[in-house]
T-cell receptor
Framework: AQKVTQAQTEISVVEKEDVTLDCVYE???????LFWYKQPPSGELVFLIR??????QNEISGRYSWNFQKSTSSFNFTITASQVVDSAVYFC??????????????FGQGTTLQVKP | KAGVTQTPRYLIKTRGQQVTLSCSPI?????VSWYQQTPGQGLQFLFE???????NKGNFPGRFSGRQFSNSRSEMNVSTLELGDSALYLC?????????????FGPGTRLLVL
């Protein structure tokens, strides 16, 4: 069955430290998509990145980078030089063709990141 | 382009009552999905609508229902409220709702059942 695991419940770092958020997924499908969302205290989920199962290239966007490894079923997220504004709950999510070609995201439990000044 | 909007933002109800939540998708988006977020269960998929048809449903009791209108706006209804229905209800939209599309979320409706 499909599943997303974010083993880190809470992480606390001091500003300017680098931090990596882990995400491990399970799926029987060969076609699937992985997402990262950020949820600030206001509650809205903010989209960060989407990656498909056929593209294992790592991606960098400013201070954010993502490492996708199919061999270990992981899609980790690194924030370089963290800032207080990065404090939020981060969710990793999976969508797969086997679940029906419709909008159904399977979320991990989320990682709460606290960046202290 | 305006984002996904949800109304109301906050709601307090008592057990046994029913509630209706509303979601307006991003202009041009025809797929609307609903999710429930609780501290214990996390984010769980409720259902997805496209062109006024429910195409996918999560593992929730029949007290949870929804519908979509011809303008793609969607409502979800919870009847006979229970304390455990207290949650943040999030709505998301995408153009066609297919598996590869990114879903964009609204600010949510916080429901408290007393």
């Amino acid at each position: 069955a499909q599943k997303v695991t974010q083993a880190q419940t809470e992480i606390s770092v001091v500003e300017k430290e680098d931090v990596t958020l882990d995400c491990v997924y399970e799926t029987r499908d060969t076609t699937y998509y992985l997402f990262w969302y950020k949820q600030p205290p206001s509650g809205e989920l903010v989209f960060l990145i989407r990656r498909n199962s056929f593209d294992e290239q790592n991606e960098i966007s400013g201070r954010y980078s993502w490492n996708f490894q199919k061999s270990t079923s992981s899609f980790n997220f690194t924030i370089t030089a963290s800032q207080v504004v990065d404090s939020a709950v981060y969710f990793c999510a999976l969508s797969e063709l086997l679940s029906g070609n419709t909008g159904k995201l399977i979320f991990g439990q989320g990682t709460t990141l606290q960046v202290k000044p | 382009k305006a984002g996904v909007t949800q109304t109301p933002r906050y709601l307090i109800k008592t057990r046994g009552q029913q509630v209706t939540l509303s979601c307006s998708p991003i202009s041009g988006h025809r797929s609307v999905s609903w999710y429930q977020q609780t501290p214990g269960q996390g984010l769980q998929f409720l259902f997805e609508y496209f062109s006024e048809t429910q195409r996918n449903k999560g593992n929730f009791p029949g007290r949870f229902s929804g519908r979509q209108f011809s303008n793609s706006r969607s409502e979800m209804n919870v009847s006979t409220l229970e304390l455990g229905d207290s949650a943040l209800y999030l709505c998301a939209s995408s153009f066609g709702g297919s598996v590869e599309e990114t879903q964009y979320f609204g600010p949510g409706t916080r429901l408290l059942v007393l």
